[in-house]
C-alpha cells in the first residue's frame, strides 16, 4: 500500500462491507483494467485481474470490463470461455457488472461494424448514441438521473455526475431493466439491473467519490449485503 | 448534458511538483500524486501533467507518474510532455493515462496526430498549442481580427508560418479530440484568460477547447466558458498557491449559471 492512499484528501474510503469481498475482472486483452482494479481495492475489496474463467468463477463477484470495438470483444470474451462463465452466474444469482464497453456485450446484438451477436442476457441491441448537434463520441461528465432505487446506487444522488467515454449505447428491450439515464442529444439507458447482472455505460474507476461509492455498493451486493 | 471541467495543472521535473504550492495539510507539496489527491477530493474533473524533464529518462519518469497517479486517483488525467511517438504514448496509456498531449513532436511531424488517433482514438489524443499575438505591422493596413503565432519549446521558438486558430484547425482535423490552448501572453499574469484567442479557436473547431494561461480569479474561469466558448479551464497558480480552491471556482461557475459538477458527490 502506497504512502498516498491513506491520504486524508482521498474523497472515498473504504466501506467496511466491502471488505475483502473477492472481485474477479475478466480480461480479454483489450482496454487498460488497472483503474477498476485499483479502484475495487481503494473500496476495500480484493480484486484480481484475469483472463481465467474458471479461476473467476468462485470469486464473490464478477466484473465485465472493456473498451475498444464490440465484435472483437465478443469474440475475444466467447474464445476464453468467459461468455459461459458470465451465463452461468447469473442464471445462479451471483452478481455480475458490466462497465463501458462490457454492459454493452450483455445485450442481444450490436449494430456496431457488422452488427455481431451479444450474450444475449439482457434483452435489448446496442445502437449508436443519437447525439444530434453534439460531438461523437460523447466524452465527460453527464448527470446521471436513477429510474429506481437499487441496492447499486445506495448513497449516490439523483443527478449525480459520471464521467462518460463512448459513441454507442444499450438500448434495453424492457423498459424495468433500466437503473439510470442520461442525456446527451437524447436521454439514454447508461446504468441497467436485471437480477444479479447490473451495468453501467459510464466510467465509475473514473468517477471519483460518485464512481467509488457504486463500486463499493457492488462489492456489498457481491458480500449478499444490501 | 456534458458539464464543463475545471483541470488543476501540475508542472513535473523528474516527478516532482517544481510550481510551488502552500496548501498547509499535505506531508509533501512535491508530491505530484498527492496534489491530485487532494484536487480530486476539491472537485478537480480531470488533471493535466505537463513533464517538464529535459534528461533522456523522461519517459521512464512519465509512466511512472501515470501508473502511480492511476493507482491513486479516479478521475482522468492527461500526460503530456515528452511523447514524440506511438510507443511513448502507448507507455503512458498502458501506465493507466486517459489522455497524451502532444505540442512540439505533432508541430515538426503533424503525421503524429493521424498515427496517434489511429490506434488510440482522437478521445485520447490532445493537441497543445502555445499561441502568441502577433505583433500588427506597422505598414500593413488595419485588419479586423487579431492573429496569433504558434510557438514551441516552452514559448521561446515561434514556428515560422504557423497561424494558431489554423493549426488548431488542422490538427483536429488529423484526429487531435480536444485542444489546450495556452495564451503565452497571458500565462502567469493572472490577468485572466485571453477570450479572443479563445473563442477564435472555439469557433473553428469541433472538438472540445480547454483554456489556458492567466487565471487569477474564479471571474475568469467564468468568462473563458462564457465569453471564451472554451469546454473546460485549465488552471495552476490560482490553485496551487491557494488563493482559491476548485470548489470555490467551481461556486462561482455555478452561480453564473454554467452546469459544474460538484465536489465531493456521493462520498462514500
Known amino acids: 500500500m502506497s504512502a498516498t492512499r491513506t491520504s486524508s484528501g482521498t474523497a472515498a474510503g473504504p466501506l467496511p462491507d466491502a471488505q475483502g469481498v473477492r472481485i ?195 462489492a456489498r451486493i457481491c458480500r449478499g449485503v444490501e | 448534458m456534458v458539464l464543463k471541467r475545471v483541470i488543476p495543472c501540475l508542472d513535473v521535473d523528474a516527478g516532482r511538483v517544481v510550481k510551488g504550492t502552500n496548501f498547509v495539510d499535505i506531508r509533501d507539496a512535491g508530491d505530484p500524486v498527492e496534489l491530485a489527491e487532494r484536487y480530486d477530493a476539491e472537485g478537480a474533473d480531470e488533471l493535466v501533467f505537463l513533464d517538464i524533464t529535459a534528461s533522456h529518462e523522461s519517459r521512464d519518469t512519465i509512466v511512472d507518474l501515470a501508473r502511480r497517479t492511476a493507482d491513486n486517483v479516479f478521475i482522468p488525467f492527461t500526460i503530456g510532455g515528452g511523447i ?58 488595419p485588419c479586423d481580427r487579431p492573429e496569433w503565432d504558434v510557438y514551441t519549446h516552452g514559448g521561446r521558438t515561434p514556428v515560422e508560418g504557423r497561424d494558431a486558430v489554423e493549426w488548431a484547425r488542422e490538427a483536429t482535423e488529423r484526429g487531435a479530440g480536444e485542444v489546450l490552448l495556452t495564451s503565452m501572453d497571458r500565462d502567469g499574469t493572472n490577468d485572466g484568460y485571453e477570450l479572443e484567442l479563445t473563442r477564435a479557436v472555439a469557433d473553428a473547431v469541433t472538438v472540445p477547447v480547454i483554456a489556458s494561461g492567466g487565471a487569477g480569479e474564479p471571474r475568469h474561469l467564468v468568462d473563458a466558458v462564457e465569453q471564451g466558448n472554451a469546454d473546460a479551464v485549465l488552471c495552476a497558480s490560482i490553485f496551487h498557491y491557494g488563493r482559491h480552491t476548485v470548489s470555490e471556482a467551481k461556486q462561482a461557475m455555478r452561480q453564473a449559471g454554467i452546469p459544474v459538477r460538484a465536489a465531493g458527490s456521493a462520498r462514500a
Not at chain 1, 60 to 73: E, K, M, N, S
Not at chain 2, 113 to 134: N, S, T
Open chain 1, 24 to 218: 474477479s475482472i475478466l480480461d480479454y486483452g483489450m482496454g487498460n483494467l488497472r483503474s477498476v482494479e485499483k479502484a475495487l481495492e481503494r473500496v476495500g475489496a480484493r480484486a484480481e485481474i484475469t483472463p481465467d474463467a474458471e479461476r473467476a468463477a468462485d470469486a464473490d463477484g464478477v466484473i465485465l470490463p472493456g473498451v475498444g470495438a464490440f465484435p472483437r470483444a465478443v469474440t475475444r470474451v466467447r474464445e476464453l470461455g468467459q461468455d459461459e462463465l458470465v451465463r452461468s452466474r447469473v442464471a445462479e444469482g451471483r452478481p455480475v457488472l458490466g462497465i463501458c464497453l462490457g454492459v454493452q456485450l450483455l445485450f442481444d446484438s450490436s449494430a456496431e461494424n457488422e452488427g455481431d451477436a451479444g450474450l444475449a442476457l439482457m434483452p435489448g441491441v446496442v445502437g449508436p448514441l443519437e447525439a444530434g448537434d453534439h460531438k461523437i463520441p460523447h466524452i465527460g461528465w453527464s448527470p446521471v438521473s436513477w429510474r429506481h432505487e437499487s441496492g447499486l446506487t445506495e448513497g449516490i444522488p439523483d443527478e449525480t455526475p459520471f464521467y462518460f467515454v463512448h459513441s454507442f449505447v444499450p438500448r434495453p428491450a424492457d423498459e424495468g431493466d433500466v437503473l439510470g439515464t442520461a442525456a446527451y442529444g437524447e436521454r439514454f439507458a447508461c446504468a441497467v439491473e436485471r437480477g444479479a447482472l447490473y451495468g453501467a455505460q459510464f466510467h465509475p474507476e473514473k468517477s471519483s467519490a460518485a464512481g467509488l461509492r457504486l463500486l463499493a455498493n457492488f
Open chain 2, 84 to 141: 514524440r511517438t506511438v510507443d511513448d504514448a502507448q507507455a503512458v496509456l498502458d501506465a493507466g493515462a486517459d489522455k497524451v498531449s502532444v505540442n512540439s513532436a505533432a508541430l515538426a511531424r503533424p503525421e503524429l496526430l493521424e498515427e496517434l488517433a489511429d490506434v488510440f482514438g482522437a478521445q485520447c489524443v490532445v493537441i497543445a498549442i502555445d499561441a502568441k499575438r502577433r505583433e500588427p505591422v506597422v505598414s500593413s493596413p
